[in-house]
């Protein structure tokens, strides 16, 4: 089920090459981008009487408003079962507590007597949080979204997710209630490209938002791309995925369960183990099939562990294993070995990384604190997961003094020279006269 790649024996290429020689997901965007342009433009020019039409193809629901009123939202708080609003409230505690810590400061730097830089952090003004409900409701990515951007200062935040005909067309009552529990009352019943386009738009009640966040599947991600520029994006999201940096000390049924749960996910989902230990390897590969038969989605499980985009990459030691994990650059990362803490310390890409036997990946998709909004694709080495920084834009706020200007006038005028912009010095050389 998981294809084998002994990298054991020689020396490993550079992180370009190596990372191309590794099992990744694949999403073609571009091919979508003739399906999704038009039913964005659609979305501009025709506004409410659009999305209703596409919704009703597309999802088989058609309403007259795509707003969810608040006395659903309500009712999915007071019917939510007890356990799960339970959870959820951990959850949001335990997000809030650690994105609180994220919150940044103004701070003022006086470069010369009488001059002074000051960078301020303000959020951005309005923002649309895109909540998948595909082949499973994201409730608990309501939470991973909501939570960053409120700390932040977001002042206005609107929710879309898709409808659900089972729910009356309403999104899925679980998302609803995590909305309701954050006191998020602005949300749509609408998904894909659509939900996207009314963001950046604006349709029906719902007006235009100034960024878009939260994950979604390549329709979502090419309306993303369509119409960044007009909005700010966290980052194009592809498959999600899993590495795991295991040695002999794993053990092999906690290894094998991880794996199959991030391919629970999608069936273009990855799910790579990189081992010192080849009878790790044997282990692992014995375990997978009866858990695989044993859970709800197997056909999805192993469509993913089977696909190419998963397998398990054998190497040296741990030194290789560490340069295998950074040029793969995972969206999460699993650290089991002896010294597991160590070991995470010298990672350098990675979109979050769980350390030891008694952290995996489920954890941090639900009850770390930590955000699950992550990079994908490799894009872990130049980016990072959703936080509070991700709604926060830094402003330079520049103050001199008559004197401070003067003193580097000089300087100015030497530098626009340079550049043969001879109008900068010029600015500055009349305010000295």
Same mark, same amino acid.
């Given at each position: 089920?998981?294809?084998?790649?002994?990298?054991?024996?020689?020396?490993?290429?550079?992180?370009? *090459?190596?990372?191309? $020689? $590794?099992?990744?997901?694949?999403?073609?965007?571009?091919? *979508?981008?003739?399906?999704?342009r038009p039913l964005c433009e659609d979305v501009r020019i025709?506004?409410?009487?659009?999305?209703?039409?596409?919704?009703?193809?597309?999802?088989?629901?058609?309403?007259?408003?795509?707003?969810?009123? !608040?006395?659903? /939202?309500?009712?999915? $708080?007071?019917?939510?079962?007890?356990?799960?609003?339970?959870?959820?409230?951990?959850?949001?505690?335990?997000?809030?507590?650690?994105?609180?810590d994220q919150r940044r400061s103004d701070v003022t730097t006086?470069?010369?007597?009488?001059?002074?830089?000051?960078?301020?952090?303000?959020? *951005?003004?309005?923002?649309?949080?895109?909540?998948?409900?595909?082949?499973? +409701? /994201?409730?608990?990515?309501?939470?991973?979204? *909501?939570? +960053?951007?409120?700390?932040?200062?977001?002042?206005?935040?609107?929710?879309?997710?898709?409808?659900?005909?089972?729910?009356?067309?309403?999104?899925?009552?679980?998302?609803?209630?995590?909305?309701?529990?954050?006191?998020?009352?602005?949300?749509?019943?609408?998904?894909?490209?659509?939900?996207?386009?009314?963001?950046?738009?604006?349709?029906?009640?719902?007006? +235009?938002?100034?960024?878009?966040?939260?994950?979604?599947?390549?329709?979502?991600?090419? =309306? !993303?791309?369509?119409?960044?520029?007009?909005?700010?994006?966290?980052?194009?999201?592809?498959?999600?995925?899993?590495?795991?940096?295991?040695?002999?000390?794993?053990?092999?049924?906690?290894?094998?369960?991880?794996?199959?749960?991030?391919?629970?996910?999608?069936?273009?989902?990855? =799910?790579? $183990?990189?081992?010192?230990?080849?009878?790790?390897?044997?282990?692992?590969?014995?375990?997978?099939?009866?858990?695989?038969?044993?859970?709800?989605?197997?056909?999805?499980?192993?469509?993913?562990?089977?696909?190419?985009?998963?397998?398990?990459? /054998?190497?040296?030691?741990?030194?290789?294993?560490?340069?295998?994990?950074?040029?793969?650059?995972?969206?999460?990362?699993?650290?089991?070995?002896?010294?597991?803490?160590?070991?995470?310390?010298?990672?350098?890409?990675?979109?979050?990384?769980?350390?030891?036997?008694?952290?995996?990946?489920? /954890?941090?998709?639900?009850?770390?604190?930590?955000?699950?909004?992550?990079?994908?694709?490799?894009?872990a080495r130049h980016s990072s997961g959703l936080s509070v920084?991700?709604?926060?834009?830094?402003?330079?706020?520049?103050?001199?003094?008559?004197?401070?200007?003067?003193?580097?006038?000089?300087?100015?005028?030497?530098?626009?020279?340079?550049?043969?912009?001879?109008?900068?010095?010029?600015?500055?050389?009349?305010?000295?006269?």
């Amino acid at each position: 089920m998981l294809a084998r790649i002994d990298l054991r024996g020689s020396a490993l290429p550079g992180p370009r *090459v190596l990372g191309g $020689l $590794l099992p990744r997901a694949g999403t073609d965007i571009d091919s *979508v981008m003739a399906t999704v342009r038009p039913l964005c433009e659609d979305v501009r020019i025709r506004g409410a009487q659009a999305v209703r039409e596409i919704t009703a193809r597309l999802d088989g629901v058609d309403a007259e408003d795509f707003a969810v009123p !608040k006395v659903a /939202l309500d009712r999915a $708080l007071a019917e939510c079962d007890p356990a799960l609003r339970a959870a959820l409230e951990e959850t949001i505690d335990r997000v809030r507590r650690v994105h609180a810590d994220q919150r940044r400061s103004d701070v003022t730097t006086q470069v010369a007597p009488g001059g002074t830089v000051t960078e301020r952090w303000l959020p *951005v003004r309005r923002v649309g949080l895109y909540v998948p409900g595909g082949l499973a +409701p /994201l409730l608990s990515s309501v939470v991973m979204n *909501v939570v +960053p951007a409120q700390i932040a200062g977001v002042e206005s935040l609107a929710v879309a997710s898709p409808p659900q005909r089972d729910h009356g067309g309403l999104p899925d009552p679980g998302v609803l209630a995590a909305c309701a529990l954050l006191g998020v009352s602005e949300v749509y019943a609408v998904g894909g490209a659509q939900a996207i386009a009314v963001f950046g738009y604006g349709a029906g009640s719902c007006e +235009p938002v100034d960024m878009v966040t939260g994950p979604g599947n390549v329709y979502v991600t090419a =309306a !993303k791309r369509l119409l960044r520029g007009l909005i700010g994006i966290d980052s194009e999201a592809g498959p999600t995925e899993v590495a795991i940096l295991a040695d002999e000390t794993a053990d092999p049924a906690h290894v094998a369960a991880d794996l199959i749960s991030q391919a629970e996910h999608d069936p273009l989902a990855g =799910a790579v $183990l990189v081992t010192t230990s080849e009878r790790l390897a044997d282990d692992v590969l014995t375990l997978v099939p009866g858990q695989v038969a044993a859970t709800k989605h197997s056909d999805r499980i192993a469509t993913a562990l089977g696909g190419s985009q998963s397998g398990i990459v /054998l190497v040296d030691d741990l030194d290789a294993g560490v340069r295998v994990v950074d040029a793969y650059a995972a969206e999460h990362l699993e650290i089991q070995t002896r010294d597991a803490h160590e070991v995470a310390m010298r990672v350098r890409n990675a979109g979050a990384i769980f350390v030891g036997p008694w952290s995996p990946v489920s /954890l941090g998709d639900y009850c770390a604190g930590s955000n699950h909004v992550l990079p994908t694709g490799g894009c872990a080495r130049h980016s990072s997961g959703l936080s509070v920084q991700s709604f926060l834009r830094g402003i330079h706020v520049v103050e001199f003094d008559r004197q401070a200007l003067a003193d580097v006038a000089a300087h100015i005028d030497a530098l626009s020279g340079a550049e043969d912009l001879p109008a900068h010095g010029a600015a500055v050389r009349v305010r000295q006269r």
